[in-house]
Nanobody
Framework: QVQLVESGGGLVQPGGSLTLSCSGF????????AGWYRQAPGKQRDLVAI???????TYADSVKGRFTTYRDEAKNTVYLRMNSLKPDDTAVYYC???????????????WGQGTQVTVSS
């Protein structure tokens, strides 16, 4: 059973930085994509950044140049480094993984429980 657990959210002033962590990827047999989504109040859940196992990383236009996602395979952890934060970045951030948990098993999506990021002075 895959359980993705986020940490690192909190309150930060505009222009500040935060790093989110997501652990739990050791349960995957193979990971096709790993990354982050966010959902602001009253809005849909949107892609923030996603890493694919072909080596490519995709970022939402709104975070390009400010956010970076990366994996530490030894720690089975994915990170989201967020710089130059803006009030519009306020949202619940969700970790996401897509892959198989065993050889030739079904390809499934897994989500973390979410962590709140609030950007405010």
């Amino acid at each position: 059973q895959v359980q993705l657990v986020e940490s690192g959210g909190g309150l930060v002033q505009p222009g500040g930085s935060l790093t989110l962590s997501c652990s739990g990827f050791e349960r995957f047999f193979i990971i096709y994509t790993a990354g982050w989504y966010r959902q602001a109040p009253g809005k849909q859940r949107d892609l923030v950044a996603i890493y694919s196992n072909d080596g490519t990383t995709t970022y939402a236009d709104s975070v390009k140049g400010r956010f970076t996602t990366y994996r530490d395979e030894a720690k089975n952890t994915v990170y989201l480094r967020m710089n130059s934060l803006k009030p519009d970045d306020t949202a619940v951030y969700y970790c996401h993984g897509n892959g198989r948990t065993f050889y030739q098993g079904p390809v499934s999506d897994y989500w973390g429980q979410g962590t709140q990021v609030t950007v405010s002075s």
